[in-house]
């Protein structure tokens, strides 16, 4: 049996063929599922702020916020072990995202 089922833009993966289950109800209710399944698509798809915000982050050529000067700068200084860590800086970075994110603790 051999069904066919629409793919919504996704990539296309080779189906498996069969000879099992090839009773006459499985392939009346296999038959009348696809059709049914294939003709009716109301789905929806609603991304949150945050995950268009990723999104709109991830586009490829849009590097303008990315300064390559900066980038080589931290490169060789992590290179030569003279990149300096604020760990207080990070701590308090931290606790400002987690005060965002609605924790308990506020700075």
């Known amino acids: ?16 063929t069969s000879n099992t289950g090839t ?3 499985a392939t009346a209710a296999a038959a009348t599922g696809s059709t049914t ?8 798809l609603k991304l949150t702020d945050s995950a268009l915000a990723l999104q709109e982050a991830a586009r490829p050529g ?7 000067q900066r980038v080589e700068q931290v490169r060789k ?7 300096k860590i604020d760990a207080g800086r ?4 931290m606790l400002v995202l ?10």
């Open 1 to 16: 049996m051999n069904t066919t089922i629409s793919n919504n833009g996704l990539p296309k993966f080779p189906q498996a």
């Open 23 to 25: 009773g006459s109800a």
């Open 37 to 44: 399944a294939a003709s009716t698509s109301d789905d929806q």
């Open 62 to 68: 849009d590097t303008a916020s990315i300064d390559p």
């Open 77 to 83: 200084a992590l290179a030569d072990g003279s990149y």
């Open 90 to 93: 990070i701590a308090d970075r």
């Open 98 to 107: 987690e005060a965002q994110l609605g924790g308990a603790g506020k700075p």
